[in-house]
Nanobody, 119 residues
Framework: QVQLVESGGGLVQSGGSLRLSCAAS????????MGWYRQAPGKQRELVAV???????NYADSEKGRFTISRDNAKNTVLLQMSSLKPEDTAVYYC?????????????WGQGTQVTVSS
């Protein structure tokens, strides 16, 4: 079983910054990729950013230039540095990861962390 634990959410004013962290633990052979998604009330969960084991990144268009995803392979951790936050960034942010366990790859999700941006 794999566990993903997020931290770093909270309340911030518009224009402020937050850093989210997600640590993976459990039994797995390798982490293929890790990423962040978010879900605002009444909306579908959407991609924020994803990073591969090799460091390749992909961002949603609305986050390019404001958010930076990074990972520490040695610590099985992924970070999301968010700056110039806007009220529309308010959502529950979920960490996920694709893990190789034996042969297959499995996707796991964290429990989510609330980010609230006040205007």
């Amino acid at each position: 079983q794999v566990q993903l634990v997020e931290s770093g959410g909270g309340l911030v004013q518009s224009g402020g910054s937050l850093r989210l962290s997600c640590a993976a633990s459990g039994r797995f052979d390798s982490i293929i990729s890790m990423g962040w998604y978010r879900q605002a009330p009444g909306k579908q969960r959407e991609l924020v950013a994803v990073i591969s084991r090799g460091g390749s990144t992909n961002y949603a268009d609305s986050e390019k230039g404001r958010f930076t995803i990074s990972r520490d392979n040695a610590k099985n951790t992924v970070l999301l540095q968010m700056s110039s936050l806007k009220p529309e960034d308010t959502a529950v942010y979920y960490c996920n990861g694709d893990f190789r366990i034996g042969g297959p790859i499995y996707r796991y999700w964290g429990q989510g962390t609330q980010v609230t941006v006040s205007s």
